[in-house]
């Protein structure tokens, strides 16, 4: 007859628990801590007049569903961050500003405000089953980046995304990862260089 003392029942109890949160923490793929408060508009993509607005709860996520067939644009503010996620002045390849993972869904942002990574997934009826990147700043409003376009094909259209915030040095080693894949669409900072001028000369 085999005897287990209550220490022993102990330790045997608490390694598959130790275990299940190690293995959920590995495989869950995710990272950053979740952005409340950032406001997503889906405005058509030949105009300016939200369709729908969300603001990101405790998880980070909007989800957008029932969209007609059409073509949207998607708008974000993104809140500015405080401490180790706060932006600042990083030397990335080529002066990162944003990048899209085709194949991952996955969308980087370098901001004055943080460090930023969008998730995007429950896809229904779009073209092509993805996204497409663009980013620029709204002409009306600083603050608002028109960060992605997509294509409904058919009614009942959906798209969820989830907004997370990352350190400056998990930022830094996700991009160098990423840099060089094939899916990753990269857009740099361009950097425009003024000849300089002596005022002092006068033409001859």
């Known amino acids: 007859m085999h005897f287990v003392t209550l220490q022993q029942k102990t330790i045997i109890m608490t390694i598959p628990v130790f275990s299940k ?68 002045n990083l030397s990335l390849p080529g002066d990162f500003q944003f990048g899209y993972h085709n194949a991952k869904k996955k969308y980087f942002i370098r901001e004055a405000g943080g460090f930023f990574m969008i998730r995007f997934s429950k896809f229904k ?20 980046r028109v960060m992605a376009k997509f294509e409904v094909e058919d009614n009942f259209g959906g798209i969820t995304m989830q907004i997370r915030v990352l350190s400056e040095k998990k930022f830094r080693k996700v991009i160098n990862k990423y840099k060089n894949d094939m899916k990753m669409t990269v857009v740099e900072n361009q950097i425009v260089t003024v000849p300089e001028t002596n005022e002092n000369v006068k033409p001859e």
């Open 125 to 144: 009826n779009l073209a092509g089953s993805n996204i497409i990147p663009t980013f620029k700043t709204d002409d009306d409003n600083p603050f608002r």
């Open 21 to 88: 949160i190690s293995l959920l923490f590995f495989l869950s793929g995710k990272s950053g801590k979740p952005v409340c408060e950032a406001a997503v508009f889906l405005e058509p993509e030949e105009g300016d007049v939200p369709v729908a607005f969300q603001l990101t709860g405790k998880s980070g996520k909007a989800t957008f569903n029932h969209l007609d067939k059409g073509a949207y644009k998607i708008v974000l503010t993104l809140p500015d961050q405080v401490e180790k996620h706060a932006g600042e």
